[in-house]
């Protein structure tokens, strides 16, 4: 593989790794919606899925009938498709929060405490919660080895202004917790960190060729 398509590929996995690293490292939980953590992976997987799929897929006799401006017009074209795909899966998606950085046994008895203030008449089944006030009904689920917790819509019928209010509330009452650093960060930052150092390697050994490459694209020969 080229080292500019190593680039495309690679590079935004290795950015997402390092985030996640810095997220697991730090000494505060991170709330962030469903939303915003999916559209994060889908950017981080885009230069994968153009390299891949899309790549693989491609109709070469684009570039002949057409010639580079068709071709330059067709990517365009793909990255729109996959870009509009992302939007609509983040439609599609039901509400969630995810909570990175923090075991659920420590969350419980805040979201408990914060439930409580927040709608009086909330109701608790196991690890499903109804707060009729917000409009909210969720379970939790937890990934125990990597100490994160999803509050997950439970049912067609929700309120998205009663999410947002739940994840402002929440990361309010989240910022004075303080948790001891994840291990596992370690390990995600020092993939991402070594990828990086190894997608730098690949340019400094071959410069030229990621420069001709985007030249190619550009049609700047």
Partial sequence: MEPFHQCLALGPVAIYLLLLGAINLARRPFVVSGGRDTAVLGLAVSGLVLVGPIALFFPESVSVHFGPEGTRFLWMLLVAFYALCLILVLLVLRPRLIIYNIPVDQLRPILAELVER????????????????????????????????????????????????????????????????????????????????????????DPQSIARTVLDLLDMK
Avoid: C
Avoid at 129 to 143: I, Y
Avoid at 157 to 174: I, S
Avoid at 179 to 192: A, C, D, H, K, M
């Fill in 118 to 205: 927040l709608d009086a008449d909330a109701r608790w089944a196991g690890d499903s919660l109804v707060l009729p006030a917000l409009g909210v009904q969720l379970h939790l689920d937890s990934l125990n080895f990597m100490r994160n917790v999803a509050l997950i819509s439970s049912g067609p019928k929700q309120d998205y202004q009663g999410w947002a209010r739940l994840e402002a509330e929440l990361a309010v009452a989240l910022r004075s917790v303080e948790v001891p650093r994840n291990p596992r960060g370690v390990t995600l930052f020092s993939i991402g960190l070594v990828m990086i150092v190894g997608l730098g390697g690949a340019i400094i050994r």
